[in-house]
């Protein structure tokens, strides 16, 4: 018999979207310069006004075969869709700024694309033990947790762009609107722990309730979009496991995140409307996903 051909590893497209990230950029570059090739990094800055763009200018100049920078104002999703418009790869994969990847990210990313269209990875918080202890709160559909963050995680192009892409009304939570309308399509979401990111946890607790404020509020566009989504979620679980006090202050910001989103929006064009049945068959993949 024959030997076996061996397959040339794909190309994968890495996009970030960045605002005011000088202080961890160079480290996110640098991880991501050592990861198995073939990759691309597409860079796309919300119009900084630090030192992000020079940042990233420098690290073009010195690798131009593989970074390519974009400047656009918008939102996170708004630019990950810019950043997907310019991809090559036929799959990408998403970080944030204030990440750092594992050396074997996209190895393991790629792993699951034999498996899957969508993957997500393991997010490792670092930062104060106070606020990287916090649990991340899952909202499930269909047996699948559609919560993994856009910081660690895949899609093969494709799919992305017959979702739609993300959805640059989202404030926050475009993630999580991204993954449910996926799995909802009948896309697998495929869980690989073994890719991690490591990811900043916000240094001060203002940042840090400003973050759990905004999470709210998407929470709240998210419902807009979808219904209620966690009228079947168990708040007794969540609050068992979210008991000290520091938990407890996130969720009340993240209550007032979502109470300023109800009052500000309701009965006003700024609503998100309901997603139409339609435009969810629509973008139903023909054959089921590899398992």
Same mark, same amino acid.
């Given at each position: 018999?024959?030997?076996?051909?061996?397959?040339?590893?794909?190309?994968?497209?890495?996009?970030?979207?960045?605002?005011?990230?000088?202080?961890?950029?160079?480290?996110?570059?640098?991880?991501?310069?050592?990861?198995?090739?073939?990759?691309?990094?597409?860079?796309?800055?919300?119009?900084?006004?630090?030192?992000?763009?020079?940042?990233?200018?420098?690290?073009?100049?010195?690798?131009?075969?593989?970074?390519?920078?974009?400047?656009?104002?918008?939102?996170?999703?708004?630019?990950?869709?810019?950043?997907?418009?310019?991809?090559?790869?036929?799959?990408?994969?998403?970080?944030?700024?204030?990440?750092?990847?594992?050396?074997?990210?996209?190895?393991?990313?790629?792993?699951?694309?034999?498996?899957?269209?969508?993957?997500?990875?393991?997010?490792?918080?670092?930062?104060?033990?106070?606020?990287?202890?916090?649990?991340?709160?899952?909202?499930?559909?269909?047996?699948?947790?559609?919560?993994?963050? #856009?910081?660690? %995680?895949? +899609?093969? @192009?494709?799919?992305?762009?017959?979702? !739609?892409? *993300?959805?640059?009304?989202?404030?926050?939570?475009?993630?999580?609107?991204?993954?449910?309308?996926?799995?909802?399509?009948?896309?697998?979401?495929?869980?690989?722990?073994?890719?991690?990111?490591?990811?900043?946890?916000?240094?001060?607790?203002?940042?840090?309730?400003?973050?759990?404020?905004?999470?709210?509020?998407?929470?709240?566009?998210?419902?807009?979009?979808?219904?209620?989504?966690?009228?079947?979620?168990?708040?007794?679980?969540?609050?068992?496991?979210? #008991?000290?006090? %520091?938990? +407890?202050? @996130?969720?009340?910001?993240?209550?007032? !995140?979502? *109470?300023?989103?109800?009052?500000?929006?309701?009965?006003?064009?700024?609503?998100?409307?309901?997603?139409?049945?339609?435009?969810?068959?629509?973008?139903?993949?023909?054959?089921?996903?590899?398992?």
């Amino acid at each position: 018999m024959p030997a076996a051909e061996k397959l040339e590893p794909s190309f994968v497209s890495i996009v970030i979207t960045v605002r005011n990230e000088e202080r961890h950029l160079a480290a996110l570059l640098d991880s991501l310069l050592v990861q198995e090739p073939p990759f691309e990094i597409v860079l796309v800055d919300a119009c900084s006004d630090d030192r992000t763009w020079e940042i990233a200018s420098d690290y073009h100049e010195r690798h131009p075969a593989v970074l390519r920078i974009f400047q656009r104002k918008g939102h996170r999703g708004a630019g990950r869709n810019i950043g997907v418009e310019e991809a090559r790869g036929e799959f990408v994969a998403f970080t944030d700024g204030d990440c750092v990847a594992d050396p074997l990210w996209l190895h393991w990313l790629r792993r699951g694309f034999e498996r899957a269209p969508a993957i997500a990875g393991k997010s490792v918080v670092e930062g104060p033990r106070a606020f990287a202890q916090l649990e991340r709160v899952e909202l499930l559909q269909g047996g699948t947790d559609v919560t993994y963050p #856009s910081c660690n %995680l895949g +899609y093969r @192009r494709e799919l992305f762009q017959r979702l !739609g892409g *993300f959805d640059g009304r989202f404030i926050t939570a475009e993630d999580i609107d991204l993954n449910l309308r996926a799995v909802r399509a009948g896309a697998a979401l495929l869980y690989v722990p073994e890719a991690l990111i490591h990811h900043h946890v916000r240094e001060t607790v203002m940042r840090f309730l400003l973050q759990a404020f905004w999470n709210g509020y998407g929470r709240k566009q998210l419902t807009e979009k979808h219904g209620q989504l966690w009228a079947r979620y168990r708040y007794s679980r969540m609050l068992s496991t979210q #008991s000290s006090p %520091l938990a +407890y202050a @996130r969720l009340a910001a993240a209550l007032v !995140g979502y *109470f300023t989103r109800l009052v500000t929006v309701s009965g006003t064009p700024q609503r998100i409307p309901p997603e139409r049945p339609e435009a969810v068959s629509a973008s139903r993949p023909k054959e089921a996903p590899r398992a």
